[in-house]
């Protein structure tokens, strides 16, 4: 099969001209290997449902887009004609996040309207997504959209719900069942609900010129899609969040006002009857627009060491620690020696406000020279708002002191203003040859395949929410791997190394008549702590996909945890390969991921002790050597306790690995030299 191009490609023609309106017609397109089957009805309105495995998974669904022009996409429409097509092609992506290549096989079913709109259904054997698209002159206003799901069985939804449209997106998962979530409830994508027919992911890609989807209940077992209308005035935020924070106080009566010609953002239903299957599917990639950079060879995934996380608590040295150029210098030295590829240079910087501006004791072009000696790249970080007042010459600032990535904050929003400012910044940095690390920001939906250059986002709960929560469980970090990295790369930060057994892990004791439930765990914003076992956080550098990973402690906490560090210094950040080994959602996951010939395993465990068994029968033939990183026998009380297993193995060997409580396992496998 050509990686490069279509391996196949069959194409029928079904023209049906002049199908009257309130003539209802069902058509039906199915997945490859015929396992999920889709029927759509065009009358006076469009639904859809969905089998899965011959069990009815969605129930008849309406959408319509809905225009100042035209009240209903579909009601009083005729159809002009139906389109079948089946593509098997593979993707190469620029960036490797699960894989050096995907299968992209579908089958796929346009309806068009003499109106000049279109509505197109793709089915995949990991799911399906439709999209509208429209051909007309006038530019539209489209004032709503509708996107029913409505489940055929019970349903629960592990719902991330937030306060608002403005949010950094970053929340726990709720298990609740979809009949008791109100349409005045919102939830952010993506979105995962359990049936008995299957598992199914709810997210969009291909999101450009466009607000963003969210989710909402309706009181029965259904959720359906919701959307931030265009800001018409927003306020600046109070003292001292003035350069980031931009609330919006009133919007339009409309979502997004757009040219007349063009596709809309695919809605994804992506579906697995396990777990597990999730772990591999990329549809958010594959329905995304292809890449507009034609020459990707300086985009380099790679780590890098993280600051803000640490707060500059380094130690053992002769100066004072702080936003300063020595404390930077040290920060390059530690990356260079464990063959790190970049350094960030976070809040603090520049003077806040000003992206032209310098601070006192801060060289920044000396940090840059430095660094670029001894061969590591340097990342910026800014406010979005900053960077939004003084574009144009704060690019060119990155590019001309040599920084190597930009890092934007504090978007917390994605309305169809805020989703075109991301794609600018896309487009501007990868003029000036710069990575882009979106944080405060909504999940992955498509830019990263069209900019290949925005390599990793946040809109995660990360490692940071221990500095002032106890948020950031075991549990949560089992969750994520099946929903929002789902979508596409996390910049969730892992990599403590003070690191404590969390209050839902801990045996509850009670001294003197008070619980001590915490009395492992702290809430500390300078010095912060994990709240899993040394091992579980080795692990997420092999479980969470982000090709640009943050090592977030501190240097001098890594050099004192060499043999860790060290570890952790040589996983890759991009794939070749993908093997899901275990995985139940908030409980644990374990992951095979291949890097030319070295292979590496992670596993992670939610708060309750198991055993997992390894089985190695993913490797080639051929001897191999083995290195495992496994929680020590007192890592329960002692979250820091692990011990190091040296064996040579082959595909026939099978370990059984004990994991405790917020605790995991990860291993490295090169072949064997004789």
Not at 198 to 224: P, Q
Not at 268 to 292: F, M, R, W
Request: aromatic share 12%; glycine share 6%; charged share 25%.
């Amino acid at each position: 099969m050509n990686k490069n191009f279509y391996s196949a490609c069959l194409v029928a023609l079904l023209m049906l001209l002049g199908t009257p309106t309130g003539n209802a017609k069902t058509l039906q397109v199915v997945s490859p290997d015929s396992h999920i089957k889709v029927s759509i009805t065009v009358n006076d309105d469009v639904t859809y449902a969905v089998d899965y495995h011959g069990k009815p998974l969605l129930a008849p669904s309406r959408i319509d887009l809905l225009t100042r022009q035209t009240p209903s996409f579909t009601q009083s429409a005729v159809v002009k004609n139906i389109a079948r097509r089946e593509i098997d092609r593979v993707l190469s992506p620029e960036v490797k996040v699960k894989s050096q290549s995907i299968r992209d096989h579908f089958n796929e079913l346009s309806v068009s309207f003499e109106s000049g709109k279109h509505i197109t259904f793709r089915v995949f054997n990991d799911g399906l997504a439709y999209r509208f698209s429209t051909d007309v002159d006038e530019r539209l206003v489209v004032t709503g959209e509708l996107a029913e799901f409505n489940f055929a069985g019970q349903a629960q939804v592990y719902f991330a719900e937030e306060e608002s449209f403005y949010s950094h997106n970053e929340r726990s998962y709720t298990v609740t069942p979809a009949s008791e979530i109100s349409d005045s409830q919102l939830g952010s994508l993506p979105g995962l609900v359990k049936t008995d027919a299957g598992n199914v992911l709810l997210t969009e890609t291909a999101l450009r010129d466009y607000a963003g989807m969210w989710l909402s209940g309706t009181g029965n077992n259904a959720l359906k899609g919701t959307f931030p209308r265009l800001p018409t005035k927003t306020e600046m935020g109070a003292p001292p969040w003035e350069d980031r924070n931009q609330p919006v106080t009133e919007r339009a009566d409309y979502i997004a006002e757009t040219t007349g010609s063009r596709d809309f953002p695919w809605r994804i239903l992506a579906v697995a009857s396990s777990d597990s299957d999730l772990l591999t599917n990329q549809l958010s990639y594959q329905l995304a627009e292809p890449s507009k950079i034609a020459d990707t060879s300086w985009i380099k995934p790679g780590k890098v060491a993280w600051d803000w996380y640490n707060a500059n608590n380094i130690h053992g040295v002769d100066f004072k620690a702080g936003l300063n150029t020595e404390t930077y210098k040290y920060y390059i030295d530690f990356a260079a020696d464990y063959g790190i590829e970049y350094v960030i240079l976070d809040e603090g910087w520049y003077p806040l406000g000003d992206l032209m501006g310098s601070v006192d004791g801060f060289d920044v072009p000396e940090i840059i020279a430095y660094a670029k000696q001894k061969g590591v790249g340097i990342i910026l970080w800014a406010t979005w708002l900053t960077l939004y007042e003084q574009f144009e010459e704060a690019m060119d600032r990155f590019a001309s002191l040599g920084a190597v990535g930009i890092k934007p904050d504090f978007f917390q929003r994605d309305d169809q203003e805020m989703v075109n400012f991301y794609w600018k910044i896309a487009e501007a940095a990868a003029e000036r040859n710069l990575l882009v690390d979106f944080h405060g920001a909504y999940k992955p939906a498509g830019l990263r395949r069209t900019y290949p250059n925005v390599i990793t986002r946040e809109g995660v709960k990360g490692l940071e929410w221990n500095k002032w929560s106890d948020e950031s469980t075991p549990e949560h970090n089992t969750t994520l791997p099946f929903i929002r990295m789902v979508a596409g790369p996390m910049d969730y930060t892992p990599g403590a190394m003070s690191n404590a057994v969390g209050p839902a892990a801990f045996e509850a004791v009670t001294y003197n008549g008070k619980d001590e439930n915490h009395k492992d765990f702290a809430i500390r914003f300078n010095r912060p702590m994990s709240q899993t076992t040394r091992v579980h956080q080795m692990a997420m550098f092999t479980v969470f996909e982000s090709p640009l990973q943050m090592m977030a402690d501190s240097p001098t906490r890594y050099r004192e945890e060499s043999e860790s560090a060290g570890f952790i210094a040589k996983v890759p950040t991009v794939w070749d390969e993908t093997i899901p080994l275990h995985g139940k959602i908030g409980d644990y996951v374990a992951v095979a991921r291949r890097a030319g010939d070295n292979w590496f395993v992670g596993a992670m465990n939610d708060e309750h002790p198991r055993t997992l068994p390894l089985s190695l029968d993913f490797l080639p033939e051929g001897r191999f050597d083995i290195v495992i990183f496994q929680d020590g026998i007192n890592a329960d009380r002692w979250a820091e306790d692990y011990k190091v297993i040296e064996k040579n193995v082959d595909r026939s060997t099978v370990l059984d690995m004990t994991l405790a409580p917020g605790g995991g396992y990860t291993a490295r496998i090169v072949p064997h030299n004789d």
